[in-house]
């Protein structure tokens, strides 16, 4: 059974960084691509970012294109996401999901296991 933890989530005022972890077990986690999403109080859960299984292909959402970055250490199982720049409507709770393909991907029916979520609140 696969099982995804994400932790860093928090309070932070705009401008500053955060850094969120999502831990996997139950899968050779080198063998899957890895996800970012967010859901806003009233609002569709939506693409963040995605890497790749060896880490060497991303996939970014224009609206956090060039503030957020995500990396993997596979010998740790982990995906980070490092948010800077944190604006207010980046506000939300912060999904890690689990691929069985290889590459990186939006849509959210790529992605076979979830997380529980993180809270990430930015206050103005």
């Known amino acids: 059974q696969v099982q995804l933890v994400e932790s860093g989530g928090g309070l932070v005022q705009a401008g500053g960084s955060l850094r969120l972890s999502c831990a996997a077990s139950?899968?050779?986690?080198?063998?899957?691509?890895m996800g970012w999403f967010r859901q806003a109080p009233g609002k569709v859960r939506e693409f963040v970012r995605a890497?790749?299984?060896?880490?060497?292909?991303?996939y970014s959402a224009e609206a956090v294109k060039g503030r957020f970055t995500i990396s993997r250490d596979n010998a740790k199982n982990t995906v980070y996401l490092q948010m800077n720049s944190l604006k207010p409507e980046d506000t939300a709770v912060y999904y890690c999901?689990?691929?069985?393909?290889?590459?990186?991907?939006?849509?959210?029916?790529?992605?076979?296991?979830w997380g529980q979520g993180t809270q990430v609140t930015v206050s103005s």
């Open positions: 999901a689990l691929s069985s393909l290889y590459l990186p991907r939006s849509e959210q029916g790529a992605y076979d296991y």
């Open positions: 890497i790749s299984s060896s880490g060497t292909s991303t």
């Open positions: 139950g899968r050779t986690f080198s063998n899957y691509a």
